[in-house]
Structures are given as C-alpha cells and as structure tokens.
C-alpha cells in the first residue's frame, strides 16, 4: 500500500517528489489533471503503476485534461 515515500505511487512521484516518471508530456499532464481536483478519475481511468504504451497514455491525459478545463471554465473557475 502507497505511504507517500519515493517511488511508492506514481502521482505521488510526479506532484510531491518531482521525480520524472512516464514522459515530461505525460507527467506535466498528470500533475495539471491533479491541480484540477482529477485524482480520483485519474486513477479510475489509468492504472499508472502498470500504464499503458505512451502512445495510448498521452493522449488519453490530453483529453482528460482538456474534458477537465472546459468544466472548470463551465463552472465559472479561472483557468
């Protein structure tokens, strides 16, 4: 079970520790779905421990992240 020591959780990694985990692309993607309250549909969509080939995951976050922007924006936040 993760307890939020290095390399133990993948989200943990890339949003805590700073620690380069799949790409630059997909890490910055998963930490701006995180700052987006998306952290639970995130681990809901992807299992990160065992992901997908990057190109499956990448765009997979890219349209996550874009879903989760224009809801935000629908919901009066500034993005």
Same mark, same amino acid.
Not at 42 to 60: C, K, R, V
């Given at each position: 079970?993760?307890?939020?020591?290095?390399? !133990?959780?993948? +989200?943990?990694? %890339?949003?805590?520790?700073?620690?380069?985990?799949?790409?630059?692309? @997909? !890490?910055?993607? +998963?930490?701006? %779905?995180?700052?987006?309250?998306?952290?639970?549909?995130?681990?809901? @969509?992807?299992?990160?421990?065992?992901?997908?080939?990057l190109d499956h995951l990448e765009p997979g976050l890219r349209q996550m992240r874009d879903r989760m922007l224009a809801e935000a924006k629908e919901r009066?936040?500034?993005?």
């Amino acid at each position: 079970m993760p307890n939020g020591r290095k390399h !133990d959780n993948p +989200i943990t990694d %890339i949003i805590h520790w700073k620690i380069p985990v799949f790409s630059p692309t @997909a !890490d910055a993607l +998963i930490a701006e %779905i995180v700052r987006l309250g998306g952290e639970k549909q995130l681990e809901s @969509a992807f299992n990160l421990f065992s992901p997908p080939p990057l190109d499956h995951l990448e765009p997979g976050l890219r349209q996550m992240r874009d879903r989760m922007l224009a809801e935000a924006k629908e919901r009066g936040w500034e993005v």
